[in-house]
T-cell receptor
Framework: DTGVSQNPRHKITKRGQNVTFRCDPI?????LYWYRQTLGQGPEFLTY????????KSRLLSDRFSAERPKGSFSTLEIQRTEQGDSAMYLC?????????????FGPGTRLLVL | AQTVTQSQPEMSVQEAETVTLSCTYD???????LFWYKQPPSRQMILVIR??????QNATENRFSVNFQKAAKSFSLKISDSQLGDTAMYFC????????????FGQGTILTVHP
């Protein structure tokens, strides 16, 4: 069990550029979640996958955001035409099941800074 | 929609002492879980303890215990015999109803344990 990994750990980009983040969940975890955390705040839910199916998207996820989980393994989160307001920590978490009681295992996050 | 509120932005405690972190929530769901997650500085978020709403007995995990007051919608975390390694941001979180495990977090409380 190597834990949830995320790459890159840090990303600095200029406004208007596209960025893509990757999350590798714990193997055999069928649930994968994306959250966004701004400085000094709690994480906010963005979207989640059950295997390869994206089952829910938050209203926070504008049309500039897209997430995929091909083959139900790793996931990518892409932000197009980045804005300064997109600057945040993007957290990925995975869980073995989808029950309310399931422990979510979090990755270290990708910190995005949009200049 | 669920809301989670942590009214203590920062707390401090002396090593070996006991500290209590507060959390209140609002929901119309009957079936839900409450969690405390810990986010150490520059490290991944990890689960500390969870409580099922249907269980009247308060959850305990070693030095960590909760005081779950369902009618008051209160869910506080007590840390006994505080250790320097307990220094972290602590988040209260809710998962319930049809949320399929997605977490709603509070704003967090920064806990500093002093030697």
């Amino acid at each position: 069990d190597t834990g949830v990994s995320q790459n890159p750990r840090h990303k600095i980009t200029k406004r208007g550029q596209n960025v893509t983040f990757r999350c590798d969940p714990i193997s055999e975890h069928n649930r994968l979640y994306w959250y966004r955390q701004t400085l000094g705040q709690g994480p906010e839910f963005l979207t989640y996958f059950q295997n390869e199916a994206q089952l829910e998207k938050s209203r926070l996820l504008s049309d500039r955001f897209s997430a995929e989980r091909p083959k139900g393994s790793f996931s990518t989160l892409e932000i197009q035409r980045t804005e300064q307001g997109d600057s945040a920590m993007y957290l990925c978490a995975s869980s073995l099941g989808g029950g309310l009681q399931e422990t979510q295992y979090f990755g270290p996050g990708t910190r995005l800074l949009v200049l | 929609a669920q809301t989670v509120t942590q009214s203590q932005p920062e707390m401090s405690v002396q090593e070996a002492e006991t500290v209590t972190l507060s959390c209140t929530y609002d929901t119309s769901e009957n079936n839900y879980y409450l969690f405390w997650y810990k986010q150490p500085p520059s490290r991944q978020m990890i689960l500390v303890i969870r409580q099922e709403a249907y269980k009247q007995q308060n959850a305990t995990e070693n030095r960590f215990s909760v005081n779950f007051q369902k009618a008051a919608k209160s869910f506080s975390l007590k840390i006994s015999d505080s250790q320097l390694g307990d220094t972290a941001m602590y988040f209260c979180a809710f998962a319930g109803g049809t949320s399929y495990g997605k977490l709603t977090f509070g704003q967090g409380t920064i806990l500093t344990v002093h030697p």
